[in-house]
């Protein structure tokens, strides 16, 4: 059989495993090596064939692993406050977060803009790398008002939910507004996701109020594209669009 036929071959066997339920999600694959040998061909074929799995978004690699089959994607709601770790709960996964970065900063331009606070005030940055059940599913970059989030970095923002923390604290929150693009995973985001360097991600940007309307968290998240889908309820269709500035800009400035 050509090499051309035989990836084709490869990739279908693999896809029928996966919907008849003969390989499960996050089962790893079998190797290249493995396949190689099953199907008598070249490492270049078996990974061709693989590479087209994951471009269907029916398999996702983590660098230095494996390749494993794709679950269903989370479902993730837009109009509502909820943390990860509350996310992750309801849908019986376990959350954790390794801490990239914890500590204060001065503002520029970007987070004093976000934050509405004045250039050169300090603000608290929290980076996290989240993960569900082990596996990278997003970066957050997370500049709090220091004003109203003094002694968060006291707390364990490892294994505890950074908005079960604030609202012990008797801080009321609220939704303001959230904005949402797709972009390509750069170096370090690939790295941090262990992901393929331009895999797609979704970039989120969050705002969140207290009810008096003060800015108390602003968030800048990279999600991986093979493992969520967001949604949006609406009522009614006479609506206004609205432009915001990229939030792959602003992730830049506080990478």
């Known amino acids: 059989m050509q090499e051309r036929s035989l990836y084709k071959t490869i990739r279908d066997d693999l896809l029928r495993a996966i919907e008849n339920g003969s390989l499960q999600p996050d089962q790893a694959l079998p190797s290249e090596r493995e396949l190689c040998q099953r199907y008598g061909t070249s490492r270049m074929t078996a990974r061709h064939a693989v590479a087209e799995l994951e471009s269907l978004g029916s398999v996702y690699r983590i660098q230095g692993k494996g390749t494993f089959v794709s679950g269903r994607k989370l479902i993730q709601p837009l109009m509502q406050v909820s943390g990860f770790t509350e996310d992750m709960a309801k849908r019986g996964k376990k959350a954790s977060s390794q801490i990239l970065f914890a500590g204060e ?32 599913m997003a970066i957050e970059n997370t500049a709090l008002n220091a004003s109203l989030c003094r002694g968060i970095l006291d707390t364990d ?17 609220k939704t303001g507004d959230q904005y949402m693009e797709a972009s390509l995973a750069n170096a370090a985001q690939a790295r941090l996701l262990a992901i393929p360097e331009g895999a797609p991600v979704l ?25 969520y889908r967001f949604y949006i309820e609406f009522d009614g269709v006479n609506r206004t669009d609205t432009v915001s500035t990229s939030p792959g800009g602003i992730l830049d400035n506080i990478n």
């Open 203 to 227: 970039l989120i940007e969050r705002h969140v109020t207290n009810p008096e309307g003060v800015t108390v968290e602003v968030t800048y998240s990279a999600y991986r594209g093979d493992s």
């Open 157 to 173: 923002l490892k294994n505890h939910s950074l908005y079960a923390e604030l609202t012990s604290r008797g801080l009321a929150l």
């Open 105 to 136: 900063k001065k503002a520029d331009a970007a987070i004093a803009r976000g934050l509405r606070i004045a250039p050169g005030e300090p603000y608290i940055l929290i980076r996290r790398l989240r993960l569900a059940d082990g596996v990278p």
